[in-house]
Nanobody, 122 residues
Framework: QVHLVESGGGLVQEGGFLRLSCAVS????????MAWFRQAPSKEREFVALIDQNGSTTYYADSVQGRSTISRDNAKATVYLQMNSLKPEDTAIYYC???????????????WGQGTQVTVSS
């Protein structure tokens, strides 16, 4: 059983920053590509960022490109999402996700975390 546990969410003012973490256990972390998705109220879950198994390739949604950095530490089985210049529209539940392939569709994800709330106040 693979478990993903997010942390680092919270309330932050517009223009601020957060660093989300996701610890993975019960599986072989280096074999997974890792991603972050988010879901705002009344909206579908959307892709945010993706990193390949060895951390050499990353992809970002246009909405966070230039403001966010995804990274991973395979020794710690942890993936991170650094988010800067936060905007109220970044408010959502942020989900950590693991997949055996490099995918950006929510329906293609193999494992999900429980989510962490990020709220950006204006």
């Amino acid at each position: 059983q693979v478990h993903l546990v997010e942390s680092g969410g919270g309330l932050v003012q517009e223009g601020g920053f957060l660093r989300l973490s996701c610890a993975v256990s019960g599986g072989r972390f280096p074999t997974y590509s890792m991603a972050w998705f988010r879901q705002a109220p009344s909206k579908e879950r959307e892709f945010v960022a993706l990193i390949d198994q060895n951390g050499s390739t990353t992809y970002y949604a246009d909405s966070v490109q230039g403001r966010s950095t995804i990274s991973r530490d395979n020794a710690k089985a942890t993936v991170y999402l650094q988010m800067n210049s936060l905007k109220p529209e970044d408010t959502a539940i942020y989900y950590c996700a693991a997949a055996f392939q490099m995918v950006r569709g929510a329906h293609e994800i193999d494992y999900w975390g429980q989510g962490t709330q990020v709220t950006v106040s204006s």
